[in-house]
């Protein structure tokens, strides 16, 4: 559920005309509901309640300051992968002790950052990140907190790009290793292991997969707990998927999910951490753009949008769907024909739909794709020198805009000119 919806026939969200923000900041633009972030985040913690626990956002989902703190005012800790994101996260008002850093390649700086500035725990992924994690905390006279991330060797069933758990992809320690590396991390000097982490893909649209990985994580627990390590914590990871489409199969909700969490690990007293992105931010966000030019081509239309694979780009990476709405509400069974939707963009790739039925749509109308509000605008770049999408965030009838869009001298101030030229 979200709060996009059409009232006397304009898309609203919440309580704001869509036309009214595209004529305020223009378009393309991101478009945010606080109470469906609000909503979605809530559901998890409901779906956890019984058990302690902290609910970490996946930032690199979505990691606009005002997203995040609207977040972290309801006391959500974060998930970060970086140093952009760490600080992102402090200037948005989250507390060290609420952020979990995790990734396969934090450099010794952003330990070092991290550790200065305030940590709840390192999700580990490789021995010589052990290694090096020790060093640096040893020489800053402190002990980082860990989990080691293991790999379950659990395939996800989702798209080969965003599967993380089997034992080809890059991530984690293999789980048959795991014991033989908690021993090494226990005599690390500037190691404390607090728990296990565990993430095995994203837009997961069944439990069982989470399922067999977390009773696995289960099983390891009391193995390292009968070798002495004090497992207090698991971090659970995030993936739980979104329905893209109201027409397809519905994905399992936070409440199953959270008995399925109940069921698994509930019994071995550990505080759990879970690291959602898309289910919060997702169906929070809608993409705005606009109709440039309607092209009848050779036996096809094209809808051609002023919003482009560079503002969205999940369609052309992963050959991702996203519905695409009119804002103005169609009258009750309106024909529909079939449009290939593509942005300006100077290749082909630029497509967001082939042969999508939509109402007749003409130059200037509003389109709003929808569930953009995870991996939409944090993957925007200023391919063809567009400048990068703006955001705004809408709280009940008001609307403020939360990343301006760069003006075109921004754009080439942003380069430099070298003497010699
Ligand atoms: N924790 C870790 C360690 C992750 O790697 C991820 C996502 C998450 C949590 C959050 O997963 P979520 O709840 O959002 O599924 N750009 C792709 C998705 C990449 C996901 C990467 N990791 C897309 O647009 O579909």
Redesign the pocket.
Known sequence: MDHFLYREGILHAEDVPIPEIAAAVGTPVYVYSTATLIRHYRLFEEALRPLPHLVCF?M??NSNLAVVRTLGQLGAGV?V?SAGEYLKARAAGIPGERIVF??VGKTREEMRLALAGGIRQF?VESEPELAALSQVASAMGRRASIAL?VNPDVDAGT?E??A?GRKEDK?GIPIGRACAVYAEAARLPGIEVVGI?V?I????TRLEPFEAAYRKVAELTRLLRADGHDIRRLDL?????IPYTRSNEAPPLPTDYGAMVRRTVGDLGCEIEI????????NAGLLVARVIYVKQGEGRDFLILDAAMNDL??PA??G?HHDIVPVVEPPPGAAHHPYDVVGPVCESGDTFARGRPLPPLAEGDLVAFRSAG???AV?ASEYNSRPLVPEVLVHGDQFAVIRARPTFDDLIRRDTIPGWL
């Open positions: 996946a690199k989902a998930d992968v995790s990734g999700n991330r798209h790009k965003i993380t991530f982490d993430h893909g994203s837009q997961l990871g995030g993936g739980l998927g690291e959602p992105g898309r289910l919060i931010a997702g780009v999940r990476m992963y991702a995870a991996y939409g993957m």
